[in-house]
């Protein structure tokens, strides 16, 4: 698969060892930034980043509002504020109202991406139990993205990715080992 410039992620219950699973597959060098949203509540500070950080050989960070994507990185949402990417390829924090009860909302993410990145998107939708994100993926599809769902059979959750399947057909549905296994065969965009 190529010309993937950039990869939206989402996920819900279950999302923590599902997110680290796939990430801990991607070579040192992977290029490609990554953005994900995962549920969290609004009430608390959410360590998510410095958890990954600790666990992973690549920069991450929780989204900072008008921050430029780099190459390499993973961004996560922060608690609170939906997290979108713009058309100039920076990050956006808004505090619209909630999406299928959750903010940050995955569909947020996913529709924004979509229209930042058309073709150069790959969206991948994971655990969870509730339909965000869904509608979002077939965004990704109708842009022109290439899509995956986690086989749902395998999910912790699997009420987000059998949601996804009933709107669209994705590339792939596949457990997070090839999920891994596959983002880490993609190669960076040539600049």
Do not use: W
């Amino acid at each position: 698969m190529k010309g993937v410039q950039a990869i939206a992620l989402g996920a819900s219950a279950g999302g923590v060892s599902a997110l680290l699973a796939v990430f801990q597959a991607l070579p040192p060098a992977f290029r490609i930034p990554l953005v994900c949203v995962l549920h969290l509540p609004d009430d608390r500070h959410s360590h998510l980043a410095e958890v990954f950080a600790r666990r992973l050989k690549r920069p991450v960070r929780e989204a900072r509002d008008k921050e430029d994507i780099a190459p390499g990185s993973i961004y996560v949402a922060g608690p609170g504020y939906h997290l979108s990417v713009e058309r100039d390829h920076s990050l956006s924090l808004s505090q619209e109202e909630r999406v299928h009860f959750s903010r940050p909302s995955i569909d947020v993410l996913f529709e924004s991406a979509a229209d930042a990145y058309g073709p150069g998107l790959l969206g991948v939708l994971l655990t969870g139990a509730n339909e965000d994100g869904a509608r979002g993926l077939a965004s990704i599809k109708r842009q022109g993205g290439r899509t995956i769902i986690q086989d749902p059979h395998e999910a912790q959750v699997s009420t987000m990715p059998r949601a996804a399947l009933a709107l669209h057909q994705p590339d792939y549905i596949l457990p997070l080992n090839g999920i891994g296994q596959l983002l880490a065969s993609l190669e960076a965009p040539e600049c």
